[in-house]
Nanobody, 121 residues
Framework: QVQLVESGGGLAQAGDSLTLSCTAS????????MAWYRQAPGKQREMVAD???????KYADSVKGRFTISRDNAKNTTYLQMNSLKPEDTGVYYC???????????????WGQGTQVTVSS
């Protein structure tokens, strides 16, 4: 099995910065894309940022220029640096990874348990 464990959420004021991290452990052979999603109260889960194994990134328009996704392939870890936080960034942030379990295995989609980010004005 594979576990994704997030950390780094918490309370922040508008304009502050927070960094989230997510580490995959267990039967991980390889990881393709890693991504961060968020879900605000009463809203659907949305993609915030995505990074390929080779480091290509993409972002939701609402966070471009403020958030930076990165990863350390040796540690099976992805990070989300969030700067200039706004109250509308409030939500539960989930890590997502496309994981291969063996050399000839298909990949499987895994999710972390989520970490709360609350930004006050």
């Amino acid at each position: 099995q594979v576990q994704l464990v997030e950390s780094g959420g918490g309370l922040a004021q508008a304009g502050d910065s927070l960094t989230l991290s997510c580490t995959a452990s267990g039967s991980v052979f390889s990881i393709n894309d890693m991504a961060w999603y968020r879900q605000a109260p009463g809203k659907q889960r949305e993609m915030v940022a995505d990074i390929t194994k080779g480091g290509t990134t993409k972002y939701a328009d609402s966070v471009k220029g403020r958030f930076t996704i990165s990863r350390d392939n040796a540690k099976n870890t992805t990070y989300l640096q969030m700067n200039s936080l706004k109250p509308e960034d409030t939500g539960v942030y989930y890590c997502n990874a496309d994981v291969g379990l063996g050399r000839w295995s298909r990949t499987y989609d895994y999710w972390g348990q989520g970490t709360q980010v609350t930004v006050s004005s």
